[in-house]
């Protein structure tokens, strides 16, 4: 079974300060892996994705992900945070076979304070 | 890019009456839905899989005859709530998979907050 921590239930980081949001996960095979963002009484945004290639994965609004398979994380990162990056982010996993659908970590509050 | 619109992002409405959700791909044929209820605060908890022109698949625990799920074309998915009650308000979120357009992420609607008094 497909499975995806968030360690994190909210994370603070001053405006301009890199910000770090951990995933860690638990699959069978080879990983779909997602980041998802959310605002308040909104649907997810999609950030990223990493389906093969390149470890390093950058998406949406200047984030990035590193897969690492040694350690089985994905963790979202920024270089510099803004205010605006304020929302609730999920971390995601789905079997890449077939019609499945997305496993979600429980989800990090990230709250960038200016 | 791939939208998905869902409606109403609001409902109110009494105990005991039901409640239809839509869930629409606007720009691309879905031949997969997913239905996923979100509780305050919470993460999304998947409540069923919907393929066209077939019957859903429900998750452990979600009763079927409760949320009514209908999915009888490529581009709508439908989510009934029958017989509301206070303890079904929550905010449904309906996501969806390409038939052509299979680059591994699911695309989201905006979600349904139903509040039942």
């Known amino acids: 079974a497909q499975s995806v921590a968030q360690p994190e239930d909210q994370v603070n980081v001053a405006e301009g300060n890199p910000l770090t949001v951990k995933c860690t996960y638990s699959?069978?095979?080879?990983?779909?892996l997602f980041w998802y963002v959310q605002y308040p009484n909104r649907g997810l945004q999609f950030l990223l994705k990493y389906i093969t290639g390149d470890n390093l994965v950058k998406g949406s609004y200047g984030f990035e992900a590193e897969f690492n398979k040694s350690q089985t994380s994905f963790h979202l990162k920024k270089p510099s945070a803004l205010v605006s990056d304020s929302a609730l982010y999920f971390c995601a996993v789905r079997d890449p076979s077939g019609n499945t659908p997305l496993v979600f970590g429980k989800g990090t509050r990230l709250s960038v304070i200016a | 890019g791939a939208v998905v619109s869902q409606h109403p992002s609001r409902v109110i409405c009494k105990s005991g009456t039901s409640v239809k959700i839509e869930c629409r791909s606007l720009?691309?044929?879905?031949?997969?839905m997913f239905w996923y209820r979100q509780f305050p605060k919470k993460s999304l908890m998947l409540m069923a899989t919907s393929n066209e022109g077939s019957k859903a698949t429900y998750e452990q625990g979600v009763e079927k005859d409760k949320f009514l799920i209908n999915h009888a074309s490529l581009t709508l998915s439908t989510l009934t709530v029958t017989s509301a009650h206070p303890e079904d308000s929550s905010f449904y979120i309906c996501?969806?998979?390409?038939?052509?357009?299979?680059?591994?992420?699911?695309?989201f609607g905006e979600g349904s907050r139903l509040t039942v008094l």
């Open positions: 699959v069978s095979g080879n990983p779909y």
């Open positions: 720009d691309f044929q879905a031949t997969t």
């Open positions: 996501s969806a998979k390409g038939l052509v357009l299979n680059t591994g992420e699911l695309f």
